[in-house]
C-alpha cells in the first residue's frame, strides 16, 4: 500500500495556526477512525499527538486538534510556539497493517 | 513509568542476519499488540510488524514478509525482530512501539530506537 499523502513542508508565525493535511483513501484513512498523528523532534522517537482522528492522549496541549473529512484527515495546531518546530506524520490503520505518511517538516519563523 | 529499549543494531553485510530486541517495563507486557517501525536515514516512519498480546497473531509489511519473524517471549517482557536476508534498503533505525489499549493503529509509546546498517 502507498504512503499516505502530506505536504513536504509548512510554516507559520509564534503565535499563528497551521493545519497539515493528511489524504489516502477509504482503504485507510476513508474507511477507519483510526487516524493518528506523530510528533518527531530530530534524533527523538516519535511521540503521539492525536489518535482516532481528534483524541488527545493525556499530557498533549490542547493547542493540537485533528478532524477528517472524506479520505482527508488534518492536524491544526492553534497558538504555534517555537517548540512546535518539528517533523509531523500521520497514520492510519488498513487492514491488519499501519500506512504512514510522508512527513511534514513545520518550521516556526 | 513505561519504558521500551530496544537493542541488537549494528553493521551488517548484504544477505546477513541480525535480531533485535525490545525490553519493557512499567506495564503488563502481555496485555498490548507490539509493533515494530523503521525510519532510513533522512526519511520517513514506515511500519514493518505488530504482534499480538500472547503471540498468537502477526502481520508484515509486503516489503519484509518472508524475510522478517517478529516474536515475543512474555515472561521476560521482551520483543523480537529477527532479520534475514537483509537488505541494503533495509538501514534504518528501528523503534519498537506499543499499541494504544485505546486505540487500534496507533502507539502510544516508543523505544529511542536501535540503527540498523546494511553494507559491504
Known amino acids: 500500500q502507498s504512503a499516505l499523502t502530506q505536504p513536504a513542508s509548512v510554516s507559520g508565525s509564534p503565535g499563528q495556526s497551521i493545519a497539515i493535511s493528511c489524504t489516502g483513501t477509504?482503504?485507510?484513512?476513508?474507511?477507519?477512525?483510526?487516524v493518528s498523528w506523530y510528533q518527531q523532534h530530530p534524533g527523538k522517537a516519535p511521540k503521539l499527538m492525536i489518535y482516532d482522528v481528534s483524541n488527545r492522549p493525556s499530557g498533549v496541549s490542547n493547542r493540537f486538534s485533528g478532524s477528517k473529512s472524506g479520505n482527508t484527515a488534518s492536524l491544526t495546531i492553534s497558538g504555534l510556539q517555537a517548540e512546535d518546530e518539528a517533523d509531523y506524520y500521520c497514520s492510519s490503520y488498513a487492514s491488519s497493517s499501519t500506512i504512514f505518511g510522508g512527513g511534514t517538516k513545520l518550521t516556526v519563523l | 513509568e513505561v519504558q521500551l529499549v530496544e537493542s541488537g543494531g549494528g553493521l551488517v553485510q548484504p544477505g546477513g542476519s541480525l535480531r533485535l530486541s525490545c525490553a519493557a517495563s512499567g506495564f503488563t507486557f502481555s496485555s498490548y499488540w507490539m509493533h515494530w517501525v523503521r525510519q532510513a536515514p533522512g526519511k520517513g516512519l514506515i511500519w514493518v510488524s505488530r504482534i499480538n498480546g500472547d503471540g498468537s497473531s502477526t502481520s508484515y509489511a509486503d516489503s519484509v514478509k518472508g524475510r522478517f519473524t517478529i516474536s515475543r517471549d512474555n515472561a521476560k517482557n521482551t520483543l523480537y525482530l529477527q532479520m534475514n536476508s537483509l537488505r541494503a534498503e533495509d538501514t534504518a533505525v528501528y523503534y519498537c512501539?506499543?499499541?494504544?489499549?485505546?486505540?487500534?493503529?496507533?502507539?502510544?509509546?516508543w523505544g529511542q530506537g536501535t540503527l540498523v546498517t546494511v553494507s559491504s
Open positions: 512501539a506499543r499499541g494504544s489499549a485505546y486505540s487500534y493503529g496507533s502507539f502510544d509509546y
Open positions: 477509504s482503504s485507510d484513512v476513508g474507511g477507519y477512525n483510526y
